[in-house]
């Protein structure tokens, strides 16, 4: 039988990110960003992976409801002190399992590389923050940062959503309740959650994963009833990430989206993580503060996503930065490698690109002469 708390305790000392467990082969690392056995272990047996799951779900009867129903369990396990988030699924009729190991220590918001900016617009009295991103790319990371720095110097009623819940926050200055939704949990859906937060007098609302339209519809609701609601959604670029919250929607209800969403978005930080040149992980920012331009084109009746770039560069003075200045930042502070940052962007935009890299370069240059 393996010992599953001992393969976690050799996983927190080589820094791993995630475990992976899969019947045949030994427990797998993933040590940035690369998949690494795990030296001195066994072989996992079909027997493993069932104990592994009698372990974490701990005869909890509607997380095993949840299984059987579903195929697929997100929960979470605590190895002595330190949390883990845990998805369990099925591979030829047999559990396999993802382990994703939560640090204790947040990182401050100050380490993490991300905007100012961002940190300034928890601010705002009401409307709409998101941070995106594709898997693995810090979301969690940044939105509990914020939050962990709104508890630390505003004093408000933070109320998060969570599936499930990764850093637990000590209240501070704010007032923080967290609540885990599924089934069994705090509250079934991230939908009922947002709905009854209205009558909980919070004055910042979290919400883990917008999923879906009732979701959707519930944040934006909360926003427009005077409340400052940051979530994240699963996007890979400012630009996706307003097609994707428009596409929620029937088309016929589509424009009415849009000037709502142009009226209570504030900002949208979609976000990557490289291995950098040092071998550490660099968060690879994309910024979109939303002023007059970028509500002018979110309104139209077709939303390009050259127009959204374009309006993230025309708003840098309002705090906007597009993803080539970010990447092309990172490459020439010698951060990353060219062939990194070449790969970040389309082809199209190579050449942008380069000049940009050109121009970062004369003024550091002219930066250092000064």
């Not at 940035?32 to 030296?39: F, H, K, P, Q, Y």
């Not at 697929?72 to 330190?82: A, M, R």
């Not at 910042?204 to 609601?229: F, N, P, Q, Y």
């Not at 929620?248 to 709502?260: A, E, G």
Request: aromatic share 4%; with cysteine.
């Amino acid at each position: 039988m393996i010992n599953i708390d001992q393969v976690i305790e050799k996983a927190i000392e080589k820094d791993a990110s995630d475990i992976h467990w899969i019947s045949g082969l030994k427990p797998m690392l993933r040590i940035t960003r690369s998949l690494v056995e795990l030296e001195g272990s066994q072989v996992l047996k079909d027997e493993d992976m069932y104990d592994l799951y009698d372990t974490v779900i701990k005869g909890n009867v509607d997380k095993d409801h949840v299984f059987n129903e579903t195929k697929k369990l997100d929960t979470s396990y605590e190895y002595n002190g330190i949390r883990l988030r845990v998805n369990i699924s099925y591979s030829g009729g047999v559990p396999v399992c993802t382990m994703r190991i939560i640090k204790n220590e947040l990182p401050k918001y100050e380490d993490l590389g991300v905007p100012d900016i961002v940190r300034r617009m928890t601010y705002q009295p009401q409307g709409l923050i998101l941070v995106t991103g594709k898997t693995n790319s810090g979301k969690s990371t940044t939105l509990n940062a914020l939050v962990n720095h709104i508890n630390e110097t505003q004093n408000k009623k933070i109320l998060s959503l969570e599936s499930p819940i990764e850093y637990k926050h000590t209240s501070h200055n704010s007032i923080i309740v967290q609540k885990e939704v599924g089934e069994g949990m705090d509250c079934l859906t991230y939908h009922d959650g947002v709905k009854n937060a209205l009558r909980e007098d919070c004055d910042i609302l979290v919400i883990g994963e917008i999923r879906d339209k009732v979701t959707m519809e519930a944040a934006i609701e909360m926003a427009e009833s005077g409340h400052l609601v940051i979530g994240t959604l699963h996007t890979k670029s400012c630009a996706e990430t307003i097609d994707r919250m428009i596409n929620f929607y029937d088309v016929r209800d589509q424009m009415q989206i849009k000037y709502l969403l142009s009226a209570l978005l504030k900002l949208v930080i979609s976000q990557r993580l490289l291995v950098g040149t040092s071998g550490k992980l660099e968060l690879v920012p994309e910024v979109m503060v939303v002023d007059n331009v970028v509500a002018g084109v979110m309104r139209k009746e077709k939303i390009s996503v050259s127009e959204i770039e374009d309006a993230i560069q025309s708003g840098q003075d309002k705090g906007s930065i597009s993803l080539i200045n970010s990447i092309a930042k990172l490459f020439v502070e010698n951060k990353i490698t060219l062939e990194q940052a070449k790969i970040q962007v389309e082809e199209k935009n190579i050449e942008t690109l380069n000049r940009t890299i050109m121009q970062l370069r004369i003024k550091m240059g002219n930066e250092q002469k000064n």
